[in-house]
């Protein structure tokens, strides 16, 4: 069965009664070249292990489990289970999760199901309604330990995630993403490579996980509370952004010397600033006794 055929994604939806559902962010992958581009990017290898979100009628599953040791997918539509028992019938190295990604404890399950391979990578084509609710999560849990985590998400999502200090798509993701890993954008993929075809465009997006970040804050949890104050209101300075959102509570002048004293203009703002001024200035607050 070529799962990327439109045919055979209407032969499922005929066979089984079933209608893809917008509020669950089914719009199932159809261009086998985007398809080539998310296995290639992921770096398996016959030793590695797969973990998916959202496998649909599995489409990438199948590329997964033909390319690594073991394949786990999380699904949280029950309609879709006797779909992938057929189409993912003669791979015996795929285990479905019937589950909703977010209330599953992932790094319990690639420790039971994943085990015995020497790496994992995370693969999703992921579904836009939850993008950033399930990126924050993977990145944010660091008892995951994956190598790669490679997903389809809308292109302005993925331009956020390669976002550089001073570019308009810069934010508080994109500080959270180069703390944690290397991004790169593997490729554009146009919305009529779906079916349905989803109203925006698309990229695949490769993050490579570091083995550690690349600045050390004395308070990591102070760190990424800076960075979100800093973003919270983009419109304002660095400092009025700080006080603003109650990360610091003394004095406006106090702020100013701490901003002052690592040589940032008084009128600086946040989306200007690297991981290693984030570091220097949740350093500097922790320093005054900001927690
Ligand atoms: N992997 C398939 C493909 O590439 O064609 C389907 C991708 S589709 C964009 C997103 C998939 O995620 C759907 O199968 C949807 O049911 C599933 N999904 C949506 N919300 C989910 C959640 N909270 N947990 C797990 N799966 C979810």
Known sequence: ?????????????????????????????????????IITAAGLTAES???E?????????ARLAAAA??????????????????TLDGYDNVKIVHADVMKTDL??????????????????????????????RLLEDTSLHVQNIVVMVQKEVAQRLCATPGS????????????????????????????????VDSAVVKLAMRAAPPVTPRD???????????????????????CGAGLFAGPKDELRSIVASLGFNETIRGETLGLSEFCALSDALSAHGIS
């Open 107 to 136: 790094a319990a399950l690639i420790a039971e199901e994943l085990s015995e391979c020497n790496s994992v990578s995370i693969a999703a084509n992921l579904p836009y309604y939850i993008t950033t609710p399930i990126l924050t």
């Open 49 to 51: 292990g797969a973990l």
């Open 168 to 199: 308009k798509a810069y934010g508080a993701l994109s500080v959270l993403v180069a703390y944690h890993c290397i991004p790169e954008i593997v490729t554009v993929v146009p919305a009529s490579s779906f079916l349905p075809p989803p109203k």
């Open 53 to 61: 979100i959202g496998p649909g009628i599995g489409v990438l599953t």
């Open 69 to 86: 040791k073991k394949t786990v997918a999380v699904e949280i539509d029950a309609r879709l289970l006797d779909v992938l028992a057929e």
């Open 1 to 37: 069965m070529d799962l990327t055929s439109r045919q055979t994604i209407q032969y499922i939806k005929q066979k089984y009664g079933f209608q893809m559902r917008k509020g669950l962010g089914q719009n199932f992958l159809c261009d086998a070249s985007a398809l080539d581009a």
């Open 220 to 242: 990591e949890r102070l760190f990424f509370r800076t960075v979100r104050a800093a973003f919270g209101q983009r419109r304002k300075t660095l400092i009025n952004a700080l």
